[in-house]
């Protein structure tokens, strides 16, 4: 004989169960004396599942309670969402695609070579006409001397096409009288990446 209430097995004879101590003759009706023992060992089962998962705290970041039952029964009952990997770097940030510090970064160094009097240094900023017809033996051999030449102000034509103002200090050869002048610089987006095409010396 079977115990109704906790499943254990006394003699035939016995009143009452060895195990918990209830009486065995008030037994409930319905199934039989294996089926309540197994009913038991899933409700055990639950519990014990149900601690777990309390003591897990839930998942979702939601407010944690503990699990019932009948959640587990049915299915309801959502596994904890598994944590990134402690010491894993967050993904980087996508690039932003900004045309006029791209380019603004190529016609610095176009410049600086121009101050220099590096033909062939400024060739490799060039693209379109201002390429094809700039001539780097004969930079530096202007009748002028140029103290410094600075961006003072850009626009974004489009996304391919920027415009830049450059500040030209310069003095004549025969004179130290600084002059000022303002002058206009295209750059365009090739596959080779920006390019100056439009300069004073060689305009579009």
């Known amino acids: 004989m079977y115990c109704p209430v906790c ?14 101590g209830k009486p065995l003759t008030s037994a409930a009706p319905g199934g039989s004396a294996p089926a309540r023992v197994a009913a038991y060992v899933l409700l055990v089962v639950t519990v014990a599942v149900a601690a777990v998962l309390w003591a897990r705290g839930g998942s979702g970041g939601q407010e944690a309670r503990p699990a019932t039952p009948s959640d587990v029964a049915r299915g309801v009952v959502a596994p904890p969402v598994a944590a990134a990997p402690e010491g894993e770097a967050a993904p980087a940030p996508e690039p932003v695609d900004d045309p006029l510090a791209e380019a603004r970064v190529v016609l610095e160094k176009y ?17 379109g006409q201002a390429a094809a017809r700039f001539n780097s033996e004969v930079q530096g051999q202007e009748d002028i001397t140029i103290h410094s030449k600075v961006i003072t102000g850009g626009d974004t034509r489009d996304e391919n096409t920027v415009e830049f103002i450059v500040r030209v200090e310069w003095s004549p050869s025969d004179s130290y009288e600084v002059q ?10 090739t ?10 010396e060689y305009p579009e």
Not at 7 to 20: I, Y
């Open 180 to 189: 000022n002048d303002e002058q206009g610089y295209v750059l365009r987006r």
């Open 7 to 20: 499943g254990a097995e006394s003699e035939d004879s016995a009143r009452f169960c060895r195990s918990c």
């Open 111 to 127: 410049l600086a070579a121009d101050l220099r009097h590096d033909g062939r240094e400024m060739a490799k900023y060039l693209g």
């Open 191 to 200: 596959e080779e990446g920006w390019r100056v095409f439009s300069t004073p």
